[in-house]
């Protein structure tokens, strides 16, 4: 399973016949460190304080800890979440396997053609450095790392394109 929010009450069942297996992105405790690193003003603050926390500490202590720990296995796709939710929520290890994201290079690997081609399409010159980066913007996703990386290059290719493709709608 995953989005592990919407499958809490599967861990409840008693009779359930199937094993639980996650797959675990992230869960609600580093959403909660997520979330603190968004407040911007007082107002965001109070807000967070007496809206956010409460639901996520909720929300993690009493449906998604249980739920991890009625879980035949978890996969992680980092070591990182791997390592918190041993830490946090006291899973046992051995319940908890790695399996880093990886890209098919076979499949996506770069052809002159096709970039060509794409530049064209877009109305870009040939010689153009694309930076393209995919994404909801949202501090916890590092559009601000995407920006700072961005400006550090800008100037090492004779002409340079920004793209950003997201789904936000605001």
Same mark, same amino acid.
């Given at each position: 399973l995953s989005e592990g929010s919407c499958a809490f009450g599967l861990a409840a069942q008693k009779n359930l016949s199937v094993p639980i297996i996650s797959l675990l992105h992230q869960f609600k405790i580093i959403h909660l460190f997520n979330s603190f690193l968004e407040i911007r003003s007082l107002r965001e603050a109070a807000v967070y304080t007496l809206k956010t926390v409460p639901r996520i500490f909720y929300d993690a202590v009493f449906q998604e800890m249980f739920f991890y720990h009625r879980n035949e296995g978890i996969v992680c796709g980092a070591k990182h979440i791997a390592d918190s939710?041993? /830490?946090?929520? %006291? $899973?046992? @290890?051995? &319940?908890? &396997?790695? +399996?880093?994201?990886? $890209?098919?290079?076979?499949?996506?690997? @770069?052809?002159?053609? +096709? /970039?060509?081609?794409? /530049? /064209?399409? +877009?109305?870009? @010159?040939?010689?153009?450095?694309?930076? +393209?980066?995919?994404? %909801?913007?949202?501090i916890t996703k590092g559009i601000d790392i995407a920006i700072k990386a961005f400006s550090k290059i800008k100037n090492k290719t004779p002409i340079n394109q920004w793209r950003l493709e997201t789904p936000n709608k605001t």
């Open positions: 939710i041993i /830490k946090y929520y %006291r $899973i046992s @290890p051995d &319940k908890i &396997k790695v +399996l880093p994201y990886w $890209i098919d290079e076979e499949q996506f690997r @770069p052809e002159e053609s +096709l /970039k060509d081609e794409g /530049k /064209k399409q +877009l109305g870009f @010159p040939a010689e153009s450095f694309i930076f +393209l980066v995919f994404g %909801r913007i949202h």
